[in-house]
């Protein structure tokens, strides 16, 4: 007889099944509780173990992997519960969700209010959804596109379900870059300009997901990143501004669930972007934020009046989430700096930092505009007075020893790896450079083995305008194994539009 | 170093992994392959062997389940590939997919022209496309419903993907209904008219899949249904029709996959219920078709409206696609017959062809209304004489005796079984029935084990209208278990409103 009260419980096995988030529990076939329940393969399961529970797909496998009456589970199921080996586990069908209605309302044309948003929110964020209902919201919040109601609600609904950080200061910087130009890394650069200028800065950044290089990875070949919150909180005592890894804080969980969905989709509208940026922004506790928006046919944001939307969306629902912010639109036309990969961007970073002749004044020039902007946002310069303010503290090497003083303090500084194989491309012809594709050459630059290679990557020894003889090197390719290598000058060579040169 | 042209080969290994459609690889953690092309877990991935490809999952396993240079399949995978153990697979970065842009356009609001329409549908056939596709394809075409034009792009593109029959008629007629309503098993009987009075209805159906039985469930405890296609041709060709699985011949591929997705998103529109029903019966080589659409309000069609807008569209796709249909809107308020579940609709089906006395009146009428539509459709019959020409067909036992010969030449006719454990409901006080919800009576046969339980379901013992006395049986639960027996039982409990009984 089925028991009707209590599902009943089976054994938890570690299957080490790597499948990034997804929750998978494999059941053996003629598994009694699967029978008995009316589980059969690919449904969407309730695991609960210990107070904490997860949705899993569960599968049926007849190979002896695993004894009936046991639950061999993937590692992100594993993790999501703090499972040992043997645990007891309950298998339910999942709850009905409630908040799927309100899909269904937003696909037949009806707007959300701040309820069903935060309803959907907290679903997602629960990890509820499968990629069919994630795809759905996604897709009818972009053939009918958020209206500003929408994202605010959005927004907000989106800080309320993770973490909210605070830091005991009544102006909190940040800064974020909208993105798609490669070498743009201006973070440390303005961290350690508006840390020196007596501000408090807690950045913390991500990895690179589609790009060759995201902070976090530039600055992990300067010093250790993965800092929990009561390192950070340390560091940023003591320093004012930190440069950290922000995985290890849980910000936003349903923005990290929806991004992944957007990206398999390929679709990213302004509404989502907006919701997704100032998210993380209002749960890392800041209050003052610079946009940085590179505009150019590479870029991510194309046009003037695609970034004039942007803007606008960005400092309206800031506003209405409390939050001070200034878009700065900025060029986009090509890379920014010498390199495009973890380390060879840090030593670009760092040469600007020292003041060195070789450092780039392209990367200098951006950092300073939006440091300045920090500065005049924040009360700390007079308008105007701000870009001027952030390159007499990059001058006087104020910026260069709060940024060994932050490093230092979380966990050493260290010197950026170099690449072990590399090769130049050459001009094919003399003429000027009138083309640099920012999408092919961040692909190369991936191909080359960044960012987990951390010394890969491009190396640019021209720019835009530049007149070039023949023969001279355009780039050079820097790899950690000549296979890698291979595979990255065969594909400069089949995109020779990377860097175009008119005779 | 990488080989930058023949991808890597990998052995095929059956894990006996039940995933329902989903394909799944399992490759060790440490696999060279995966390294060196760039595998991660959960990527897509193309696998090929033999000519065949699909796209599948792929994950990482580091138990030992399957050894470096071991690929482990799903048997979803495994059968699509038609392997042995051992075999070589290759296993590639998928292609990307050119329909996607389509898709994302569809999505900005543009409509798709024949030839964006078949590039989507030709990758879905193919299960090119993730459930995050899927899912985004089927919300753009809801959020902005697909019209007249697109439907009929759809229809034509369901159809030019998959197998087409034919069977050498001018006419070949077909029915089908607008799901929803238990125990409307009027197939079985239609069949029998219409090929007694010498038309051609080779008959193709479906199993239940969210119902507690389908016609090919019902049809399977009288006879064998799982005909290839070299059997149904002789049947055909013998009796003029047969009543067989349409599973064993691939008709409409997409329509299986989109289905699916439909289902889990629980969206509905009228465009994709048109092209799926009419892909389906042109692929099934039908020229002449009679479409049932059972109106009321627990039926799937809930108003005269609806119904209108659900008939001018099956009708102008239709004539588009060059096949001749009616629409016959029928009534959806209660169940029809006295059986729900695959042997107690079987029962009902044989009472109407035997002319018993205790046949339900209701189900016979519809049947013979449907074969009436279909002879006058398909010109045997002046318009108005149909259903009186149907009714003889089954009075004077032609109908019977082809019933009998069509299941003797599939394979010889069976008694349906009958259940082991079975408790009525009874009545709670005296009074008139006032409403039976078509809902909440299936859920209760499929708890009671239909269809997988072939003799289990729910025996009707009223219909709307009657008088009851208090204690008189309402209905009858039919179980193979007492397990499920007790857990239907329960359900009926808490849910009085299945049958109102108004004092």
Known sequence: MTNLTAPPTVRARRLKLLTQHDA??????????????GHAPRAQVMLSAGGREVMATLYQIGNGLVAPGEAGLSEAAWQRLGLDDGDEILIRHPPALESLSNVRRRIHGRRLDAGAMTGIVRDVAAGRYTDVHLSAFLTACSALPLDAEEVIHLTRAMVDVGERLEWGADVVVDKHSVGGLPGNRTTPLVVAIVAAQGLVIPKTSSRAITSPAGTADTMETLT???????????VVEQEGGCLAWGGAVQLSPADDVLIRIERVLDIDTVGQLVASVLSKKIAAGSTHVVLDIPVGPTAKVRSDDEAATVSASLTAVAEACGLKVVCLQTDGGQPVGRGIGPALEARDVLAVLQGAPEAPADLRRRACRIAGAALELAGRCEPGQGTAAAEETLRDGRAWRKFVAICEAQGGLKTPPRSTVSRPLLARHAGRVSGVNNRTLARLAKLAGAPDDKAAGVELHVRLGDEVAAGEPLLTVHAE???????????????????SVEA
């Open 224 to 234: 250790n990143v993965a800092l929990d919150l009561p390192l950070m909180r340390r």
């Open 481 to 499: 194994a000549p296979g890698e290598l291979a595979y990255a000058l065969d594909y400069a060579g089949a995109n020779p539009e990377m860097i």
């Open 24 to 37: 998978i529990v494999l059941m053996h076939e003629d598994c009694a509780v699967c029978r008995s329940e």
